[in-house]
């Protein structure tokens, strides 16, 4: 490859953009009760497939994440999915996350998981709220003054996992070190981080419970699947945009991915960060650690399409908007 293409391009489903801005929950459950409100969606989205620009760089990009996608899915199968109406749908089975409760708070105990880890955690974790709406979609959102976590604590273990894998945004994003700022490489490391961080982090925890054996290994499972759906949603994106086949395997309610039901272009950072943590989520967490010093993550965790990143460059939307959410 002669060149990475800088900017994450982005175009926005503007119908879907305003369901799940509001509230996740609210969202799922009108598009699942309304058939026509369901049919413009996915039309709106046939015609952001349409529009969304493919460089010449981006589609050799896309080829090569599309062969490491298709023998990731390979690996990774069966996934551990949910069932709606005798069809598998794209949400991970996780009622035994949600049947164990916490002793405390998430966030007291993710507080415990990141010094365990030796990760800062105080300004992190000040700034988590319950995002609009509720629902189980936590996101990292940008502020005037910096960086804040959305996410819902019901008193599981369920609210611990989605808040440790904010974290992992929040630490690379709120990072004050130089390096790249936006840009595919900087979104592509956010996530890793996040994926690596609330694999690595809930494991941890997992670790110190009763029947701690059969919950790490049901965690290991789930992440399985977690990394099976990114990879199955880009290659069905990739596929929309004309790049290669479907994926093997039919899922119901699309929808329910809010990144996918918003976009067309982001399907490629999820699956591209599965495969730069697959084999070394604790490699990555290490770079989270102040010891690594200012700019301790960024550009290190060296994206599988080339082996010194070095990009600099603003993420924008095809209309040229600024992103301002980590999901």
Known sequence: MTSVPELLVLTRIQGGWDLFQTSYVEAARTLRRNPGRLADLWAERRRAVALH???????????????????AMARLAPPLLQRYADQAVPLIEHSWLRSIPLRSSAVEAARVVLKELSLPDGEALATVSSPPGGGPAGRTAKTATGFRILATDDGTTSS???????????LYEADPGPGPTEGIVHYVESEAAALALGRVGFDRYL????????????????CRTEAWLNHFYF??????????EPPPGRLDMLYLRDT???????QFVYAAASSLMADRPEQLVTRLAPAGGPGRARG???????????WHTAATTAAGEEMTSRW
């Open 53 to 71: 620009p493919l460089s010449d760089d981006l589609r050799e990009l896309y080829g090569a994440q599309i062969d490491r996608s298709r023998a």
């Open 160 to 170: 611990l996992a989605v808040l440790l894998h904010e974290l992992g945004h929040f």
């Open 207 to 222: 670790a110190a419970l009763p029947d701690a054996g059969e919950r790490r290994r049901l965690w290991a499972s789930y």
């Open 235 to 244: 290659l069905t994106e990739a596929a929309e945009l004309g790049l290669c």
């Open 260 to 266: 996918y039901s918003s976009t067309v272009g982001y």
């Open 300 to 310: 290190h965790f060296a994206p599988p399409w080339h082996p010194e990143p070095a």
